[in-house]
């Protein structure tokens, strides 16, 4: 007997992990190449990532991504982490080579490719985003390196906020500015990209963010990288106003396709991955 009984283990660590569809894509995209790869979604608490990550060698597993509230604590478990998830401060895919634990962030990057794939320029431009937690701070450093002349980052919490922005003014090409969110905010007139990198509108919530929303400029893009649901009332809102609107699927499934390469050294199906989520979340593509 040849046959293998053992499978490749990938994980998904987070807190909670029950929502998270990431392992639809990542099934289909295992079973569409013939990879004998299983994607699981594991309860870690926060006390326990050490003992999880340690883990990941003891059962020798591929990798695993990393999630709420995970993300920057695991920069201390890692035997390497990639020079930008450092300036990012988070880390959302661990992967293992050589018995060693390597961090890599491709929130941002899958956030970028969403933008490329359907035409919406970054050089240049203009872009707010609101928040600046983790996916936030992917999304602005990767906007900054993709040639955003200018971010405005708008966020409730002051610290965190400034600390964001000194970071992109001090070690990207990108100039800029922190909004204290205390008021509802109004985009500025030349504004080409607008993202909401916040939690406001994450299933089971249905409210939006507090903007102005009659006064966003006409050529907006309005962006919402919360993947369930795909179209949340801020995206609603934005079509309904007749702004081009960018879900967060494809930002799922372009950080994901990316993982997915470092875990197998393969190219993931990417038309595969966005069939199998749009299925799972019942949407006509
Ligand atoms: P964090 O907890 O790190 O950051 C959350 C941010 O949202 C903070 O800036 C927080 O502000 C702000 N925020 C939360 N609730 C409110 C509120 N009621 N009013 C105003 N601001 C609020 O989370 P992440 O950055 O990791 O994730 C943010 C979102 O991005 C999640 O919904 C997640 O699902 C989504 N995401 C999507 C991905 C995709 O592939 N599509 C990938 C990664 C994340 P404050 O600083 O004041 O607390």
């Known amino acids: 007997m040849s046959a293998c009984y053992r ?21 289909a995209a ?17 006390q326990d990532l050490k003992a999880a990550i340690g883990a990941l060698k003891a059962f ?17 478990y ?3 982490v990639a020079d930008d998830a450092k300036l990012m401060g988070a880390v959302n895919t661990v992967y293992l080579k050589n018995g060693r634990t390597y961090g890599e962030n491709t929130d941002g990057k899958g956030f970028i490719i ?30 900054a390196n993709a040639g955003a002349a200018h971010i405005t980052v708008v966020n409730r919490t002051r610290e ?18 922190f909004v204290l969110w205390d ?21 089971p919530e249905t409210g939006k963010p507090d903007i102005d929303y009659p006064a966003l400029p006409a050529d907006v893009v309005v962006c919402d990288i919360i993947p369930n649901p795909p179209q949340t009332p801020f995206l609603q809102e934005a079509a309904r106003r007749g702004h081009k609107i960018l879900d967060g699927f494809s930002m ?21 991955m966005r069939q199998a989520l749009a299925a799972e979340f019942n949407i006509e593509l």
Request: aromatic share 6%; hydrophobic share 40%.
């Open 60 to 76: 020798n597993m591929k990798g695993t991504h990393i999630t709420i509230p995970h993300k920057t604590e695991v920069l201390t």
């Open 183 to 203: 008021h509802s905010f109004k985009v500025s007139d030349n504004t080409g990209i607008l993202v909401n990198a916040t939690n406001i509108g994450l299933y």
């Open 30 to 46: 295992f079973k569409a190449l013939n990879l004998n790869y299983h994607y699981h979604p594991i309860l870690v608490k926060p």
């Open 78 to 80: 890692l035997d390497d």
């Open 114 to 143: 969403s933008l490329q794939e359907n035409n919406i320029p970054i050089q240049g431009r203009r872009a707010a985003v609101l928040g600046a937690g983790g996916a936030a701070r992917a999304i602005t450093i990767e906007l």
């Open 252 to 272: 799922l499934i372009h950080q994901g396709a990316i993982s997915f390469k470092l875990w197998t050294g393969q190219d993931a199906p990417v038309q595969v």
């Open 7 to 27: 499978s490749e283990l990938i994980g998904l660590f987070g807190s909670p992990v029950d929502e998270n569809p990431t392992g639809v894509i990542m099934e």
């Open 160 to 177: 965190k906020g400034q600390i964001l922005v000194d970071l992109l003014n001090h070690h990207t090409p990108a100039c800029a500015e």
